[in-house]
């Protein structure tokens, strides 16, 4: 069903659900993101290092990526909203596949911690200034200051990917699937140009989601 076929009343029921299952979700997926990036924290300095110079060196810092960065907070957000209109039954299995995709990611946080040196990579460089730059560093500071960690997967990634995955529906309307595509991939291209992650947290942020939901479709077919 289309938002447009709903009444007054569904509509309600619509926006109450996908507030409270995007609450929950995310307040979840939060959690765990803490309780791994606490970990890895107390691990400095022994920590992974998944950079590949060969790749990572050459991809620029470019701060206006700050936005679509930030983008993955709203559009998660949101996301939830249509998911519901997919009715009982794929919403239900999302959930499910979305808590089991987060909980198999943060494992992989938390037993296979990496950092990311902002330092060495030159972003707190003198050279660099401005409004955006300004932006850039508010936003390191709130995650690790001058190192990163939680990195591999990208967690921005596999949310993006989960949410796209569940809005791909026909009961969505073809508008809001195609925001939820750019959406996703302002957030993957963003993760890399403002430098929060290295290019292979990204590839595995983005396969984990994809190879999960095909067990899990598998899964729930012999259910």
């Not at 996301?79 to 209109?85: D, N, P, Q």
């Not at 909980?103 to 330092?119: G, M």
């Not at 309307?173 to 291209?189: C, G, M, N, P």
């Amino acid at each position: 069903m289309h938002i447009n076929d709903l009444n007054r009343d569904q509509k309600i029921k619509v926006i109450i659900q996908g507030f409270v299952m995007s609450v929950l979700l995310l307040s979840f997926a939060a959690i765990l993101y803490n309780i791994t990036f606490n970990h890895a924290e107390k691990l400095d300095p022994m920590l992974y290092d998944v950079k590949i110079p060969i790749i990572d060196d050459k991809i620029p810092a470019i701060p206006v990526f700050f936005f679509g960065y930030n983008l993955g907070f709203i559009y998660w957000f949101f996301a939830s909203f249509f998911i519901v209109l997919t009715g009982k039954k794929k919403t239900y299995k999302f959930i499910v596949t979305f808590v089991i995709t987060i909980i198999i990611c943060n494992l992989i946080l938390y037993f296979f911690p990496t950092k990311l040196d902002r330092v060495a990579e030159g972003l707190y460089n003198p050279s660099h200034t401005g409004f955006l730059w300004k932006l850039m560093h508010i936003c390191y500071s709130v995650d690790g200051g001058f190192v990163g960690y939680n990195l591999f997967p990208s967690t921005h990634c596999a949310n993006s990917i989960l949410f796209y995955q569940a809005m791909k529906d026909d009961a969505i309307d073809i508008k809001f699937q195609r925001v939820a595509l750019v959406s996703t991939i302002i957030v993957i291209v963003s993760t890399l140009l403002t430098k929060q992650h290295y290019f292979i947290d990204v590839v595995a942020g983005v396969l984990i989601p994809i190879i999960m939901k095909s067990i899990i479709d598998k899964i729930w077919r012999q259910i």
